[in-house]
């Protein structure tokens, strides 16, 4: 079973910040998740990656699948960005798998 | 689309009660997934579908925990008897397979509180 690490495990900054949250996992994958969960409860996928960069808006996700390392970043963070992001990868490396989770990282931007 | 729909949102039961959630999956998803949240463990996998059937229950925690996709549009997870300790948010997620690569997408979650 893969196993993930991600880092910190909280994080404050002002609006405005670059943020930068990581995860790293143990055995190899043909994708990685992040995934964002609101204060509310509600999960939502934001990137689904297995090689290098992904962007979104204000939100970018690299991969180094070699150095089986990924990262979440937030360009010019905003208050609403407030919330738990969530690394996850399939369970045994491949693809149509369940999932194995990253403990989160609570992301709280203040004004 | 609706999304991923489960029922109830809230439920409030005493030990030693049935409880049964419900999981309506995106329409011509191939697989679906059962995690259950606590502040302990946070997130994790119980049991995941494809074609309706169970591929990996290696998650679920024991007897007491039970699942059933009869048809492609509903899934149910079962809890016989409840106890306080399975007090978590229950998620449903659905994927297809192909097409998607397996991108997951969640349901709102089930509440359950066991007294």
């Known amino acids: 079973k893969n196993e993930v690490e991600q880092s910190p495990q909280n994080l404050t900054a002002q609006e405005g910040e670059f943020i930068t949250i990581n995860c790293s996992y143990s055995v190899g994958i043909s994708a990685l998740h992040w995934l964002q969960q609101h204060p509310g409860g509600g999960i939502v996928s934001l990137f689904m990656?297995?090689?290098g960069k992904k962007k979104h808006g204000r939100l970018i996700a690299t991969i180094n699948i070699q150095e089986k390392h990924s990262s979440l970043h937030i360009t010019a963070s905003h208050p609403r960005d407030s919330a738990v992001y969530i690394c996850?990868?399939?369970?045994?490396?491949?693809?149509?798998?369940?999932?194995?989770f990253g403990k989160g990282t609570h992301l709280i931007i203040q004004p | 689309d609706a999304g991923v729909i489960q029922s109830p949102r809230h439920e409030v039961t005493e030990m030693g009660q049935e409880v049964t959630l419900r999981c309506k999956p995106i329409?011509?998803?191939?697989?679906l997934f059962w995690y259950r949240q606590t502040m302990m463990r946070g997130l994790e996998l119980l049991i995941y579908?494809?074609?309706?059937?169970?591929?990996?229950d290696s998650g679920m925690p024991e007897d007491r925990f039970s699942a059933k996709m009869p048809n492609a549009s509903f899934s149910t997870l079962k809890i016989q008897p409840s106890e306080p300790r399975d007090s978590a948010v229950y998620f449903c997620?659905?994927?297809?397979?192909?097409?998607?690569?397996?991108?997951?997408?969640f349901g709102p979650g089930t509440r359950l509180t066991v007294t």
């Open positions: 996850a990868v399939p369970n045994s490396g491949g693809g149509a798998d369940g999932l194995t």
């Open positions: 579908f494809n074609n309706n059937v169970p591929i990996d």
């Open positions: 997620a659905s994927s297809w397979g192909q097409a998607m690569g397996y991108e997951q997408y």
């Open positions: 329409s011509g998803h191939d697989y």
């Open positions: 990656l297995s090689s």
